[in-house]
């Protein structure tokens, strides 16, 4: 087979419009909700394993920062 007759049928079918006859049900609410919360979470255990390198980090350019203000 040639590429032509594979990419046209697949164009057509992707390009052509047609009704979706779809909805949300509520679950998809809860899947959503449960997404964020998962981040968020995620998101703070991440900092909670690396706050002591990154609070390490902030007091060094805190502190560098007053070295040179000061000379």
Not at 11 to 26: C, E, G, I, N, R
Not at 45 to 56: E, G, N, S, Y
């Amino acid at each position: 087979m040639t590429r032509k007759t594979l990419v046209l049928p697949l164009l057509w079918t992707v390009l052509s419009p047609s009704m979706a006859w779809a909805y949300t049900d509520p679950g998809t609410g809860a899947l959503l909700l449960q997404l964020a919360f998962g981040g968020v979470a995620g998101l703070a255990v991440v900092l909670k394993l690396f706050w002591t390198a990154i609070k390490t980090r902030v007091v060094g350019l805190v502190q560098r920062s007053k070295r040179t203000d000061a000379a």
